[in-house]
Each structure stands twice: as C-alpha cells, then as structure tokens.
C-alpha cells in the first residue's frame, strides 16, 4: 500500500477514533488484564462494527493468552488484537494472484447504486497504468446514456482506452466487443463496468451471469476477477450485498470506497471472518490519486493506533 500509516491514518481517522478511544477507555496504559476487562474489550470492538465473528476470534484469542500467562497487561492486549486482525484479513486472501494470468486480465466491477464504481473503475484503471499496464475500458452499463459518458470522460482523463455502444445495447456484446479490441491491441488489463442494481433483484443477477458467460467465450478464465464495490459508510449492511453477490456471480475481491467519510471501517474485519472474501483496493474522496491496494498490515495499525508515526 502506498499511503504510510500516518496518511492512512488521517484518511481512516472516523474509524480510529472510534476504535482507539474505545480501546483506551478501557486499556489505559499499564492496566491489568483480566476477565471482566475481556467482556468490556468484546462490547467495544462489536460496537466497532467488527462484527460478532471476528469479535469472538479476538477476545478467543485474547482468553487463551491471557490464562496461559502469555500477556498481562493492556500493551500486550494492544498488540495481540492487532497481530489477530492482521492474521484475520490476510486469512481471507486464498485467490489466484494476478500475474499468473494470461493478457488480457479481465476484472469484472459490481455493485449497487451510488457506491461509487464508475469513479472507482478509474482510479483502478489509473493505478494500472502507474504500475505500467496497459488497460481498456468496457462500457457495459448501457442503461444510463450518463453511464457511457460519464466512463469515456474517466477514459479520456486518465489515458486509457473505452469500447462502447449506445444506450440500452447488450452490455454482454460490449464486453465481447472489449475483450477481442484488448487481445487485438495487446492489451494488459480490461475492465469490465456494469449497470449498478440491487443486490435483491434476480433479473439483474441474471445479467451479470451472462456477461460472465459472454466473457468466458471471448477469453478463458474470464472474467478472472470479480471485485464488488462497496460503500464504507453502509457498514454492517455491507455484509448482505457481499454474500447475496458472491452467490450470485462469484467473487474475488472487494473494493472500498468512501472509507474517509466513515467510522465503519471495522466493518473490513466482518467481511473477512464471515466471508473469506479479501479487500483489494481502498478509496478514499474523489480525485483519482485517492486509492492503493490493501495492505492489511497498514490498515490495522492505522485503525487500531492514534499514534503519529510511520
């Protein structure tokens, strides 16, 4: 992740205020640790929007420690919720590395309304080009004529290519279209937009299968990754779009967006417990500069630290 720790800090500071004045509340310097103090630490970090799940392997672990000697008091406590996080968000990376697949790399963006993902699919379209691939917009949102030209304009200002057709076309026939221009033009990466929709509608569910089979037959494995943009203000609700999308269509990665606006941000340990399912990329504000991969280790200690340094 390119952003230090003090950065990430002060882009996530909702979230570690509410985290870190939880935590010192009831972990002042020094505190011993016991029983009653573990229930208390378990009600601060639920109220966190950790979630129960990753709670109970925090606290779980916490127990297990503390009546076997191993810590005593509220630094080590510190230090073992963090090596836990981390432990938990890294346990959720289990997919195939990116570099393993042959060009072009097709991604596929999901999400729902207003989370962001037109504006996200250039940042990530940026970021590509900064780590020196090659990328190519799919236009596949073709309900909104806005959609189209709201894309092209990210294409155009970020530098990388579009394949579109008019509104309300086949958005599995643009993606077609898309993959054989990437191939064609030798191309590193294609992006795949889609039309924002509720989780909850099974006929969009439906669509975005086609575009997956469409895209199957245009180049094999694709699309081979299959990242949901998620809203960081939405917090726990988060965590339905997650599973009824990944049991839709299958997902690989999440993408964060809107993280400076929310101190929900422990919500990214919820998902990891629950559905093993890693965060790729974070966003913070709008401009296209805002956004790097997740670095687990980066994050946790920015959430769970209000200390200065890097």
């Known amino acids: 992740m390119g952003f230090s720790i003090k950065s990430l800090r002060e882009k996530l500071s909702k979230t570690t205020n509410k985290i870190s004045a939880g935590i010192r ?35 779980d672990q916490a127990r297990n420690q503390y009546h076997g000697g191993k810590i005593t008091d509220s630094e080590q406590l510190e230090e073992l919720i963090k090596t836990t996080s981390v432990e938990i968000l890294k346990g959720a990376d289990s997919h195939p590395n990116l570099e393993t697949i042959t060009k072009p ?3 596929m963006i999901v999400g729902v309304n207003g989370a962001g993902k037109t504006t996200t699919i250039a940042k990530l379209a940026r970021y590509y080009r900064s780590n020196g691939k090659t990328v190519l917009l799919a236009a596949g949102d073709t309900f909104r004529a806005a959609a189209i030209e709201q894309l092209g304009i990210w294409a155009d200002r970020v530098g990388v290519d579009i394949v579109k057709h008019g509104q309300d076309s086949d958005p599995a026939a643009v993606v077609f279209d898309a993959i054989n221009a990437a191939r064609s033009r030798g191309k590193d990466v294609v992006i795949i937009d889609t039309a924002g929709r509720l989780h909850t509608k099974s ?62 941000g422990g919500v990214v340990l919820a998902a990891a417990t629950q559905f093993k399912i890693p965060v790729r990329y974070i966003g913070f504000g709008e401009t296209a500069d805002d956004f790097d991969s997740f670095d687990p280790q980066s994050f946790v200690a920015a959430i769970f630290d209000s200390k200065s340094d890097d």
Do not use: W
């Open 203 to 264: 006929n969009l569910m439906e669509e975005l299968k086609k575009i997956r089979r469409v895209a199957a037959k245009a180049h094999s494995g694709a699309p081979h990754q299959t990242y949901l943009i998620i809203d960081g203000t939405t917090g726990q609700n988060g965590l339905k779009q997650i599973k009824l999308f990944d049991q839709a269509i299958g997902l690989t990665g999440l993408i964060l967006t809107k993280m400076d606006g929310t101190a929900k």
């Open 105 to 107: 790399e097709v991604i």
């Open 25 to 59: 509340s009831i972990l002042p310097k020094g505190k011993k640790i016991d029983d009653a103090l573990l229930d208390e630490l378990e009600e601060v970090l639920i109220s966190a929007d950790i979630g129960p799940e990753a709670t109970m392997r925090i606290i």
